[in-house]
T-cell receptor, first 115, second 113 residues
Framework: EAGVVQSPRYKIIEKKQPVAFWCNPISGHNTLYWYLQNLGQGPELLIR????????DSQLPKDRFSAERLKGVDSTLKIQPAELGDSAVYLC?????????????FGPGTRLTVL | GDSVTQMEGPVTLSEEAFLTINCTYTATGYPSLFWYVQYPGEGLQLLLK?????DKGSNKGFEATYRKETTSFHLEKGSVQVSDSAVYFCALAATGGGNKLTFGTGTQLKVEL
């Protein structure tokens, strides 16, 4: 069974440019998470989806970040415009559901460098 | 709010040495506790977990016991191998938190021959 797929794996852009990250969760997983991991830090939750609904986006900087999961399967995270401080690894994870402490499975991440 | 504190790295050990990585947490209620491992170039993988006090999680020779009285979940392994070299993250999922994981900063382990 395929794991969580993310693309691209690496992205280098100049500041003020837009960027988008794509995630395809494990088949059948209803819950999808986007995490931000700064260098030398643990991941921090940005947004959680239950099917196509964003049920926890309290940590998402909504002035420049947006996300969507239109059909309740794959998801896109966008930054527009990117700032130098956005350089980090963006992780996607999925789980069967948000109840019962279901195990989260993580993708390899997208490493973003903003110049 | 919820938080996880783990020992800073890097931790460098010789092969077959005993490993301890300390982890303490702050949370209300009864969180579930996890150790995740991140090998170079790969995503986070769940190593072990414990969902209630005094539970012991174990996997691949690693163990951790949920100690509510000391709010700790220390990771141990009796004999490390070079292949255990990775970054280890302690994390919690709070009660009623929608399965949101709160991570520590990670501890890099380097095992040498």
């Amino acid at each position: 069974e395929a794991g969580v797929v993310q693309s691209p794996r690496y992205k280098i852009i100049e500041k003020k440019q837009p960027v988008a990250f794509w995630c395809n969760p494990i088949s059948g997983h209803n819950t999808l998470y986007w995490y931000l991991q700064n260098l030398g830090q643990g991941p921090e939750l940005l947004i959680r989806y239950e099917n196509e609904e964003a049920v926890d986006d309290s940590q998402l900087p909504k002035d420049r970040f947006s996300a969507e999961r239109l059909k309740g399967v794959d998801s896109t995270l966008k930054i527009q415009p990117a700032e130098l401080g956005d350089s980090a690894v963006y992780l996607c994870a999925s789980s069967l559901s948000w109840t019962g402490r279901n195990e989260q499975f993580f993708g390899p991440g997208t490493r973003l460098t903003v110049l | 709010g919820d938080s996880v504190t783990q020992m800073e790295g890097p931790v460098t050990l010789s092969e077959e040495a005993f490993l301890t990585i300390n982890c303490t947490y702050t949370a209300t209620g009864y969180p579930s506790l996890f150790w995740y491992v991140q090998y170079p170039g790969e995503g986070l993988q769940l190593l072990l977990k414990a969902t209630k006090a005094d539970d012991k999680g174990s996997n691949k020779g690693f163990e951790a016991t949920y100690r509510k009285e000391t709010t700790s979940f220390h990771l141990e392994k009796g004999s490390v191998q070079v292949s255990d070299s990775a970054v280890y993250f302690c994390a919690l999922a709070a009660t009623g938190g929608g399965n949101k994981l709160t991570f520590g900063t990670g501890t890099q382990l380097k095992v040498e021959l």
